[in-house]
């Protein structure tokens, strides 16, 4: 009886330690990996609201984040290149009213679908050249550069539409923000394949590799020979054609183009970007951390709404999301 006692004692002991050596494991994951935190946090979050609204786990309600979210999120793919390589784009919200105009305006001159489509996304795709050579040519630093740029897109957009929007639209346009691919949202599905790619590009080709390499250390990435120059010209070009990308997505969502869309999205996407763990110092970070920070935003704000808090208050609720996220990015650092 004695050693069957002593036996299970062991075995409880053994399991225990067990248990607690997993637990320390995962929260050693948790505090390496953020995007794992960040999707805890969220799931959190999507319980608490489940229970503190019943409308919020509808199906409608779902689908209507999910559509707002992806907007979003898709700048947020390029802002996560940007970061990365321990730069900063403050012109995305103005590119992607520009991009959305260009394509209205295009559409309702009488130009097919495809051209229309195309002709905002090259238009997109030459600002954001501009900063990244005016950045790499000139030497001005991203922050500058970029905040310029903002001004400039948006002043264009407001002067080529003269400060109207611009509605009425193809049903065949209007289907790509509007839409659906089976039970999917259009934006969505557009958003999905963007995150996979994109996955692809960070931890599959050179292209990846040498964008980590660059905001880890650009000195270091010079001496070894490799022209960083290209390189960071196209991470700002794909900024400007995603921004564009967007910009026309939600033109077709709204079924309408504003010269003032965008405001403000800048700080929307450069907080999903470190909320979903990138460093602002450049050299680490996911991109799936991105997605999962970009929904973190969009629910909490669509649980705000819910609940009837104040659109001011929201703010204030976001900005404390932010800053805590720069804390923990700047302990990591540290650490």
Not at 89 to 115: E, F, H, Q, W, Y
Request: glycine letters at 10%; one cysteine or more; proline letters at 4%.
């Amino acid at each position: 009886m004695k050693e069957e006692a002593s036996n299970v004692g062991n075995s409880l002991v053994s399991v225990t330690k067990l248990c607690f050596n997993w637990m320390f494991i995962l929260i050693k994951v948790f505090l390496e990996r953020r995007e794992f935190t960040v999707l805890f946090a969220l799931l959190a979050l999507t319980v608490t609201l489940s229970l503190m609204s019943p409308y919020f786990l509808t199906v409608s309600n779902l689908i209507n984040v999910s559509r707002q979210v992806s907007i979003q999120a898709i700048i947020a793919i390029s802002m996560t290149f940007i970061i990365l390589t321990a730069g900063i784009d403050l012109s995305v919200g103005a590119i992607l009213a520009l991009g959305g105009c260009i394509t209205a305006s295009a559409l309702k001159s009488g130009m097919n679908i495809p051209i229309s489509i195309l002709l905002g996304l090259l238009i997109g795709t030459a600002f954001g050249s501009l900063n990244g050579v005016c950045i790499t040519k000139v030497n001005v630093p991203p922050f500058i550069m970029t905040l310029g740029m903002m001004y400039i897109a948006r002043g264009i957009a407001l002067f080529y539409t003269r400060g109207q929007p611009i509605s009425g639209f193809p049903r065949s346009f209007v289907f790509l923000g509007q839409g659906y691919l089976g039970p999917v949202p259009t934006p969505v599905v557009i958003m999905a394949a963007l995150y996979l790619l994109t996955y692809f590009i960070l931890a599959k080709t050179r292209f990846g590799r040498y964008t980590y390499a660059i905001g880890g250390n650009k000195e270091t990435v010079r001496l070894l020979g490799i022209n960083i120059t290209p390189h960071l010209i196209m991470v700002y070009a794909m900024s400007g054609c995603l921004s564009a990308l967007s910009g026309i997505i939600l033109t077709a969502r709204l079924d309408s183009s504003q010269p003032t869309a965008g405001l403000g999205y800048e700080l929307n996407v450069i907080a999903a970007v470190v909320i979903g763990g990138t460093s602002l110092f450049g050299g680490r970070g996911r991109v799936e951390g991105t997605l999962i920070g970009a929904f973190l935003i969009g629910v909490i704000r669509n649980g705000l709404n819910l609940l009837g808090v104040s659109p001011f208050l929201q703010v204030v609720v976001i900005g404390f999301v932010i800053v805590l996220a720069a804390f923990a990015d700047i302990f990591r650092q540290k650490k």
